[in-house]
């Protein structure tokens, strides 16, 4: 029997959290000193601290930023050894290096690695906080009091800036999560000149990924609302009709910039309907063969749409409204259109398509399936229950 996702239910409620400012537009950096004093005034906190990568350094974007910070009165700060998939050793480096300087407020500029570092760093280098990094792990575990966090993403992908999540690497093969309202930025600001310079593997990579948040949202088992519903249209909509440009033609600002909101948008959208199958099956590649996060989920993305087609057809063909303007047909030929579709642009984005191109043996696949069976807080969000013998069909699939 497949579980279709349940209809809403206007008399149901529903509950809805995000960042309550943002700023965007193209130059909006130069106005990060003004945003950060209205959280925390020079006078009173007057070291800034940037944590970020050293790829988003040597591209050139941190010195603006700096500059913009210096100009409003901050001294600067800078960690920049964030890695993909940080470890908890450069979470915690990152927290020292902001205890020491005094760190007065925490500013995320990068990827979701940067993000995520410096969500956690805000929260143990707040100098009334007794917390150790074991203490955050799980679903708000703690009440953490934090420094003021804003947050620039330069990739448009995993919405970090707009979530209450944070994902470490704790073993050689295993993330763990933190949820926790702390972790939710004071300001995020989104100015799509820093993702100018992203290669077009990583556009296609993240880009996806943000794609597959938005999908997710809209099909979740589990506390989709009216708002995470809208969200997710207009994420997948913006992101749909700009993902082969910005990847084919990175410098065109305008196709970045709805890249870049299009990303946000579905951030705020599955960090209230939380995501699935997708992300569930997409960890353990990340984990046991260190693909990054984006195109793990392009790998599995079009099988798992495939396995799910009967239980969300619905919301497939509503999806497919935003992806397919004028698509006709009943509600079976517009999901199957809209799961094609997205097979497609995996495809065009010139993305590795099959797990053995990536590197993946057929005999490690069995491992793949076990491994996924430990993201049961995804997996109950899928709209078709998904057991051991489903994820090693879809391995086998992507094989
Ligand atoms: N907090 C959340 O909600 C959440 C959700 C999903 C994933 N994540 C985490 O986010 C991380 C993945 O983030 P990501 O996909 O954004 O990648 P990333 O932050 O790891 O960055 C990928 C690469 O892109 C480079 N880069 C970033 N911006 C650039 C720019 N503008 N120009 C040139 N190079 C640039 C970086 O230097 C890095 O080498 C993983 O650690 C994952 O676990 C977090
Ligand atoms: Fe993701």
Known sequence: MQAAVPPSDPAAGFGFQSVAHIEAGIGALARLGE???????????????????????????????????REQGYRTEVYDHVVADPSEQVVLQACAQAREAGAGVVIGFG??????????????????????????????SVRARRLPLLQVPTTAGTGSEVTRVAIVTTG???KSGIVNRALLADAVLLDAQLTRALPAAVTAATGIDAMVHAIEAYTSARRKN??????AREALRLLGANLLRAVG?????????????????AGMAFDNAPVAAVHALAYPLGGLHHLPHGLSNALV??????????????QYAELARELLPGQDGDTTQRAQAMIEHMAGLCAGSGLPTRLRDCGIERAGLALLAREAMGQQRLL????RPL?????????????
């Open 380 to 383: 109950q969000n899928n709209p």
């Open 111 to 140: 990827g979701g690695s940067s993000m995520d570092v410096a969500k956690i760093t805000a929260c143990l280098a707040h100098p009334h906080n007794a917390l150790q990094l074991a203490q955050l792990y799980g679903v708000e």
């Open 249 to 265: 033609h990175g410098d065109d600002l305008q196709a970045r910039e709805s890249m870049l909101r299009g990303a946000m948008l």
């Open 387 to 399: 057991l051991e013998a489903d994820a090693l069909a879809i391995y086998e699939a992507a094989f």
């Open 226 to 231: 009216p708002l995470s519903d809208m969200l």
């Open 301 to 314: 993305l079009p099988h798992v749409l495939r396995f799910n087609a009967e239980a969300a057809a619905t």
């Open 172 to 174: 050689a093969s295993t």
């Open 35 to 69: 945003l950060a004093a209205g959280f925390a005034p020079p006078q009173a906190a007057p070291v800034a601290m940037l944590v970020t990568d050293p790829g988003v350094r040597g591209a050139g974007l941190l010195e603006p930023a700096l500059q913009a910070l």
